[in-house]
């Protein structure tokens, strides 16, 4: 499976966020701190597995409307 792109429609503090991931076979992100790197990680752990509840991501949006 290859993600070319994710949808941050509303999860953690990013509303309609798209991230264009490219078409290749190997992706580094990098950010300062704060940037978004470990929410965007767990958004995509939410959109292959299900987001757990509670979660610490639904703070900006509800848990019902969260959405990857």
Excluded: C
Excluded at 7 to 18: C, E, M, N, V
Excluded at 44 to 52: K, M, N, Q
Aim: charged share 20%; glycine share 10%; aromatic share 6%.
């Amino acid at each position: 499976m290859r993600i070319d792109r994710l949808d941050l429609t509303a999860f953690g503090p990013f509303s309609d966020l798209r991230l264009e991931l490219g078409g290749a076979p190997f992706q580094i992100v990098h950010g300062p701190n704060e940037a978004g790197k470990s929410t965007t990680r767990r958004a995509l752990e939410g959109l292959l597995y299900g987001i757990p509840q509670p979660t610490p991501d639904a703070h900006l949006h509800p848990m019902p409307a969260l959405r990857v």
